[in-house]
């Protein structure tokens, strides 16, 4: 066996039940006498409902039940509950609309759910479904974030004025119009960042089930949080309490955020597995995850850098409108705000930064966390807003931000909008990536092309983001209704292996390997004697879930804790046995032994004495070895790194190819670099997605018009490139191991790079900005329309 | 109801069907083999790609009854008895050719079905075109990539390049 500790490209330990069709996704789950679920869904934007009308439906061959809101609202079910609460400028609540698990009165976007049938063949749940009338009164819908701002625009709630959910702001107003004042240039953009899909591969699935014996019940979903679940259905919604109500996250195919959040769906499927007594499954079809998984982005700003003659920034402005869709999910009222407006520092100095957000209800899908959740929308608005900074002043784009980059003796470093960061080293991230790109070679490349008859250009983002979230205390001041601890439980077996029981979910991530190497590497075990258990509140103690990158930062110190407990209460146990001071003994490679003797211990003495002792320190020190720690972090942790694309554009066809792309992030220390290297190119992969290719549409009526794999364009094998991967890392310094985090960067510091990539390859079409997705159409049209400004000479 | 014949990783079966029923819920639902997976219902994501008589197909796209008298193989069926993975299955996972898992049945099946259809060699240009029909979210199908090239050789017989 080779080395497999911190570092080594470890193969994974999940890959064996996947390769060989023995994953076990909620779909697979069958229960015995399960029923299925089919939900009856708008297909209006936004519409009062009259009559419902169910007893064709009722009386359909296989059906069990046929259920509406009334039926829900009669046996006291609550709605769907949001876990942030932002304040306005004036210190006011944000307006907070109820969002009942099926509509009642009206219906707010094409998807929301009005109905379920129940019978014993989810064909036999189909056909029932189509015989349901409802008596629809169409309303004008508020489609968009420019119709919904209008002034006399449809209301999506009644008490929402001007559909504005919160009028919100961060930094020193007087202190940047101070600095505008004073600067020499102000330098203007607006921008929109595009609305997507997040479409993980396995559609969103739930299986309520129903003891009839105990009155327990189980859900099993497609869930980043089983225990989040549990915590919100339980208490807001079905009033189950924990002790009665288990929650099983089992391999769930993906989710990139939009498996983080409480749906109705889970609410349905448990409830009426308690009312009919059997087990109840929904699956979703790819049509309903387009119209009900929480979409992503969809932002339009306005951001203005105020700079001196050199080019150096001495304040930022930005103003921005947020779609937060038709209700307010799980965690949607902080992606805007303090997801997305504390990281308008990115990796520059910039002393004064002032931004408003308005977070708008549309009759569209809710928004919510999307891989990088605010991080890739501040990162995209800054980066793009340098890009036209060096183009206005002809400032070279990478001195322009090596001049006003953070300098490395400056850390700790505190932004003018309420982040810490507290390492990086953005010169040494610069240069490798200019260097793996070849950035000195790029002008003979472009040369090359324009010979060819193409186009060709390079962009550069340097970013930053913040995850690992999150500091309870510092969230909770800010709005968060809980604290973001995680949770690891972990057992030395009597004879000696180990069960890390975490809140950490996988589902992609590759936990059950990167999380068994740390585990194996600390305690000097094997890693195939460590198995990691997640996804389970029947098994595991507490945990938040796994998003914002934070399962390594927060659930990994989590683990380090309860690994210093073990290996605090071994020293005690050996010490008795091999009849030494507790201070002698030295715990290294799985071995205690006594200092400056040849006594020693292995790992697996101690745990066989610590659960069937006969020699044993009973007085002082209870039997058993099993630790549970709760680990919440002292500060968000802050990767970042260079992105570099290389495009070329075909003008007859204005198709994009990217040519190449380098990315060289600083995620801390690296447990596993095969998994983030992985994890980097799979976040790039999205990030070349929105800059290039999705965008989730409606049309002014508010119809979702993307709504199928076939309209919304997902990144294929041959969109994409071979996408080279570095890492030049500096320490995360508050946390046990170093780390930082890698799930997101991809996603966060790629779509500028390719923007401004395809910026620089139409430079000669006088274009200084374009908003994703530089579609072929898009580019076609750009290049038609420009004739191209060459040089007088 | 309609009666179905036929053999699903050498195991013969004979089913009774509606006569909508797609082969892809016949395999998970009547055979209980779940490896196969249901991921877009508009024939786009290759989740459910199994083989028909060694050819690679969306089983989501034929019904069931279509599968009259024929031989599938499905990504329960590529291990050897005793647990040996085939060569896709090995360089899968050498590679890092997945995460979540979900797309990967079908992702493997089509790649063989590439692979053997192409004994001359493969480019990577080739191999990417060639997964047209199979959608991936995590892998930014980098490392799928590489594991067919490396795939190639053992399946044609050739040592890997050193």
Same mark, same amino acid.
């Given at each position: 066996?080779?080395?497999?500790?911190?570092?080594?490209? $470890?193969?994974?330990?999940?890959?064996?039940?996947?390769?060989?069709?023995?994953?076990?996704?909620?779909?697979?789950?069958?229960?015995?006498?399960?029923?299925?679920?089919?939900?009856?869904?708008?297909?209006?934007?936004?519409?009062?409902?009259?009559?419902?009308?169910?007893?064709?439906?009722?009386?359909?061959?296989?059906?069990?039940?046929?259920?509406?809101?009334?039926?829900?609202?009669?046996?006291?079910?609550?709605?769907?509950?949001?876990?942030?609460?932002?304040?306005?400028?004036?210190?006011?609540?944000?307006?907070?609309?109820?969002?009942?698990?099926?509509?009642?009165?009206?219906?707010?976007?094409?998807?929301?759910?009005?109905?379920?049938?129940?019978?014993?063949?989810?064909?036999?749940?189909?056909?029932?479904?189509?015989?349901?009338?409802?008596?629809?009164?169409?309303?004008?819908?508020?489609?968009?974030?420019?119709?919904? $701002?209008?002034?006399?625009?449809?209301?999506?709630?009644?008490?929402?004025?001007?559909?504005?959910?919160?009028?919100?702001?961060?930094?020193?107003?007087?202190?940047?119009?101070?600095?505008?004042?004073?600067?020499?240039?102000?330098?203007?953009? @607006?921008?929109?960042?595009?609305?997507?899909?997040?479409?993980?591969?396995?559609?969103?699935?739930?299986?309520?089930? +129903?003891?009839?014996?105990?009155?327990?019940?189980?859900? +099993?979903?497609?869930?980043?949080?089983?225990?989040?679940?549990? %915590?919100?259905?339980?208490?807001?919604?079905?009033?189950?309490?924990?002790?009665?109500?288990?929650? $099983?996250?089992?391999?769930?195919? &993906?989710?990139?955020? /939009?498996?983080?959040?409480?749906?109705? @769906?889970?609410?349905?499927?448990?409830?009426?597995?308690?009312?009919?007594?059997?087990?109840?499954?929904? *699956?979703? @079809?790819?049509?309903?995850?387009?119209?009900?998984?929480?979409?992503?982005?969809?932002?339009?700003?306005?951001?203005?850098?105020?700079?001196?003659?050199?080019?150096?920034?001495?304040?930022?402005?930005?103003?921005?409108?947020?779609?937060?869709?038709?209700?307010?999910?799980?965690?949607?009222?902080?992606?805007?705000?303090?997801?997305?407006?504390?990281? %308008?520092?990115?990796?520059?100095?910039?002393?004064?930064?002032?931004?408003?957000?308005?977070?708008?209800? =549309?009759?569209?899908?809710?928004?919510?966390?999307?891989?990088?959740?605010?991080?890739?929308?501040?990162?995209?608005?800054?980066?793009?807003?340098?890009?036209? $900074?060096?183009?206005?002043?002809?400032?070279?784009?990478?001195?322009?931000?090596?001049?006003? +980059?953070?300098?490395?003796?400056?850390?700790?470093?505190?932004?003018?909008?309420?982040?810490?960061?507290?390492?990086?080293?953005? *010169?040494?991230?610069?240069?490798?990536?200019?260097?793996?790109?070849?950035?000195?070679?790029?002008?003979?490349?472009?040369?090359?092309?324009?010979?060819?008859?193409?186009?060709?250009?390079?962009?550069?983002?340097?970013?930053?983001?913040?995850?690992?979230?999150?500091? /309870?205390?510092?969230?909770?001041?800010?709005?968060?209704?809980?604290?973001?601890?995680?949770?690891?439980?972990?057992?030395?077996?009597? =004879?000696?292996?180990?069960?890390?029981?975490?809140?950490?979910?996988?589902?992609?991530?590759?936990? @059950?390997?990167?999380?068994?190497?740390?585990?194996?590497?600390?305690?000097?075990?094997?890693?195939?004697?460590?198995?990691?258990?997640?996804?389970?509140?029947?098994?595991?103690?507490?945990?938040?879930?796994?998003? &914002?990158?934070?399962?390594?930062?927060?659930?990994?110190?989590?683990?380090?804790?309860?690994?210093?407990?073990?290996?605090?209460?071994?020293?005690?146990?050996?010490?008795? %046995?091999?009849?030494?001071?507790?201070?002698?003994?030295?715990?290294?490679?799985?071995? +205690?032994?006594?200092?400056?003797?040849?006594?020693?211990? =292995?790992?697996?003495?101690?745990?066989?004495?610590?659960?069937?002792?006969?020699?044993?320190?009973?007085?002082?020190?209870?039997?058993?070895?099993?630790?549970?720690?709760?680990?919440?972090?002292?500060?968000?942790?802050?990767?970042?790194?260079?992105?570099?694309?290389?495009?070329?554009?075909?003008?007859?066809?204005?198709?994009?190819?990217?040519?190449?792309?380098?990315?060289?992030?600083?995620?801390?220390?690296?447990?596993?670099?095969?998994?983030?290297?992985?994890?980097?190119?799979?976040?790039?992969?999205?990030?070349?997605?929105?800059?290039?290719?999705?965008?989730?549409?409606?049309?002014?009526?508010?119809?979702?018009?993307?709504?199928?794999?076939?309209?919304?364009?997902?990144?294929?094998?041959?969109?994409?490139?071979?996408? *080279?991967?570095?890492?030049?890392?500096?320490?995360?310094?508050?946390?046990? %191991?170093?780390?930082?985090?890698?799930?997101?960067?991809?996603?966060?510091?790629?779509?500028?790079?390719?923007?401004?990539?395809?910026?620089?390859?139409?430079?000669?079409?006088?274009?200084?900005?374009?908003?994703?997705?530089?579609?072929?159409?898009?580019?076609?049209?750009?290049?038609?329309?420009?004739?191209?400004?060459?040089?007088?000479? | 109801?309609?009666?179905?014949?036929?053999?699903?990783?050498?195991?013969?079966?004979?089913?009774?069907?509606?006569?909508?029923?797609?082969?892809?819920?016949?395999?998970?639902?009547?055979?209980?083999?779940?490896?196969? !997976?249901?991921?877009?219902?508009?024939?786009? #994501?290759?989740?459910?790609?199994?083989?028909?008589?060694?050819?690679?197909?969306?089983?989501?796209?034929?019904?069931?009854?279509?599968?009259?008298?024929?031989?599938?193989?499905?990504?329960?069926?590529?291990?050897?008895?005793?647990?040996?993975?085939?060569?896709?299955?090995?360089?899968?996972?050498?590679?890092?050719?997945?995460?979540?898992?979900? #797309?990967?049945?079908?992702?493997?099946?089509?790649?063989?079905?590439?692979?053997?259809?192409?004994?001359?060699?493969?480019?990577?240009?080739?191999?990417?075109?060639?997964?047209?029909?199979?959608?991936?979210? #995590?892998?930014?199908?980098?490392?799928?990539?590489?594991?067919?090239?490396?795939?190639?050789?053992?399946? !044609?017989?050739?040592?890997?390049?050193?």
């Amino acid at each position: 066996m080779g080395f497999e500790g911190i570092g080594a490209a $470890v193969r994974r330990k999940e890959d064996f039940r996947f390769l060989s069709g023995r994953g076990n996704y909620t779909d697979d789950i069958n229960r015995p006498g399960q029923l299925y679920a089919v939900i009856k869904r708008s297909d209006r934007p936004h519409a009062t409902i009259g009559e419902i009308d169910t007893k064709a439906a009722a009386k359909a061959p296989g059906v069990a039940a046929v259920f509406t809101g009334a039926d829900l609202a009669a046996d006291n079910v609550g709605g769907l509950p949001c876990g942030w609460q932002i304040h306005n400028k004036d210190g006011s609540p944000m307006v907070e609309p109820p969002h009942p698990v099926l509509a009642i009165g009206k219906v707010r976007h094409v998807g929301d759910p009005v109905a379920v049938v129940i019978a014993t063949t989810k064909q036999a749940a189909k056909d029932a479904a189509e015989l349901i009338v409802i008596d629809y009164q169409d309303l004008p819908a508020a489609a968009s974030l420019a119709e919904a $701002v209008k002034p006399g625009a449809a209301l999506v709630h009644d008490d929402a004025a001007g559909n504005v959910c919160y009028d919100w702001h961060i930094g020193d107003k007087a202190a940047m119009e101070a600095a505008f004042a004073g600067a020499d240039r102000v330098v203007k953009l @607006e921008l929109e960042n595009n609305r997507l899909i997040p479409n993980a591969m396995e559609p969103r699935a739930a299986v309520g089930d +129903f003891d009839t014996s105990s009155g327990d019940f189980t859900l +099993f979903t497609t869930s980043q949080n089983p225990h989040v679940i549990r %915590l919100l259905m339980g208490a807001f919604v079905l009033h189950i309490p924990e002790n009665k109500l288990r929650v $099983v996250a089992p391999d769930v195919g &993906g989710g990139f955020g /939009s498996k983080i959040y409480h749906y109705a @769906e889970e609410a349905i499927v448990t409830w009426a597995a308690g009312k009919l007594r059997k087990p109840v499954k929904w *699956t979703a @079809e790819r049509n309903e995850s387009f119209m009900s998984d929480a979409h992503g982005r969809d932002h339009v700003s306005t951001a203005e850098m105020a700079i001196d003659k050199d080019g150096h920034f001495l304040g930022l402005r930005v103003h921005t409108l947020a779609n937060m869709g038709a209700y307010l999910s799980t965690f949607a009222p902080c992606v805007p705000t303090y997801l997305y407006a504390t990281l %308008l520092a990115g990796v520059y100095k910039t002393p004064v930064i002032y931004c408003e957000v308005k977070a708008i209800f =549309t009759n569209t899908v809710p928004v919510d966390a999307y891989r990088g959740a605010g991080r890739p929308e501040a990162t995209f608005l800054l980066e793009r807003l340098v890009d036209a $900074v060096a183009h206005d002043t002809g400032i070279d784009k990478v001195e322009l931000r090596r001049r006003n +980059f953070i300098p490395n003796d400056a850390f700790p470093y505190q932004t003018p909008v309420a982040l810490q960061y507290d390492s990086g080293d953005y *010169t040494a991230t610069l240069n490798a990536a200019l260097k793996a790109a070849d950035h000195a070679g790029f002008e003979a490349r472009r040369t090359k092309a324009v010979a060819g008859g193409k186009l060709r250009g390079i962009g550069v983002s340097t970013y930053l983001e913040a995850c690992g979230i999150a500091p /309870s205390a510092v969230v909770g001041s800010l709005g968060a209704r809980a604290g973001l601890y995680e949770v690891a439980n972990i057992k030395v077996h009597p =004879t000696g292996s180990v069960t890390v029981y975490t809140g950490s979910h996988s589902h992609g991530q590759g936990h @059950e390997t990167t999380f068994a190497q740390l585990v194996a590497s600390q305690l000097g075990v094997p890693i195939d004697q460590v198995d990691i258990v997640h996804g389970d509140t029947a098994k595991i103690p507490f945990g938040m879930g796994t998003y &914002g990158s934070r399962s390594l930062a927060v659930g990994g110190s989590a683990m380090v804790k309860s690994m210093d407990k073990i290996i605090a209460k071994g020293k005690k146990i050996a010490a008795h %046995l091999m009849e030494a001071s507790v201070d002698d003994i030295e715990f290294k490679d799985g071995k +205690f032994t006594v200092a400056g003797t040849d006594k020693e211990k =292995t790992l697996t003495d101690i745990s066989l004495a610590a659960y069937v002792p006969h020699n044993y320190p009973i007085e002082e020190l209870e039997p058993g070895l099993d630790e549970t720690s709760f680990y919440d972090p002292k500060n968000f942790t802050f990767p970042g790194g260079c992105h570099i694309a290389e495009i070329e554009i075909d003008p007859d066809t204005g198709v994009i190819s990217v040519e190449s792309f380098v990315a060289v992030d600083d995620v801390g220390r690296v447990i596993n670099p095969m998994i983030v290297e992985g994890q980097v190119q799979g976040g790039v992969a999205q990030g070349i997605g929105q800059a290039l290719l999705e965008a989730a549409i409606y049309d002014s009526a508010g119809q979702l018009l993307s709504g199928s794999m076939m309209d919304y364009t997902m990144p294929r094998a041959d969109n994409l490139p071979n996408i *080279t991967v570095g890492t030049e890392s500096t320490l995360c310094t508050h946390n046990p %191991l170093g780390v930082k985090g890698c799930g997101e960067v991809g996603a966060i510091g790629s779509p500028p790079a390719i923007i401004n990539a395809v910026i620089d390859a139409l430079k000669d079409y006088g274009v200084r900005h374009i908003d994703m997705p530089a579609s072929a159409p898009k580019i076609w049209s750009i290049i038609q329309a420009g004739r191209p400004k060459m040089a007088a000479e | 109801m309609p009666q179905v014949t036929l053999t699903v990783n050498g195991t013969p079966h004979t089913v009774e069907v509606e006569g909508r029923t797609l082969l892809v819920e016949l395999l998970r639902e009547k055979l209980a083999l779940t490896g196969t !997976h249901i991921g877009c219902d508009t024939s786009q #994501c290759g989740a459910c790609v199994v083989h028909l008589d060694g050819t690679s197909v969306k089983s989501c796209t034929m019904l069931a009854l279509q599968a009259e008298g024929c031989a599938v193989t499905t990504i329960e069926g590529l291990a050897a008895a005793d647990g040996t993975l085939h060569p896709m299955q090995e360089m899968f996972r050498e590679h890092h050719a997945l995460q979540c898992g979900f #797309c990967t049945p079908g992702m493997v099946m089509s790649a063989i079905d590439l692979v053997q259809s192409h004994p001359e060699g493969l480019t990577e240009r080739q191999i990417r075109e060639g997964l047209e029909g199979n959608l991936c979210r #995590c892998t930014g199908y980098h490392n799928i990539v590489k594991a067919i090239a490396a795939a190639w050789p053992l399946m !044609h017989g050739k040592a890997a390049a050193a």
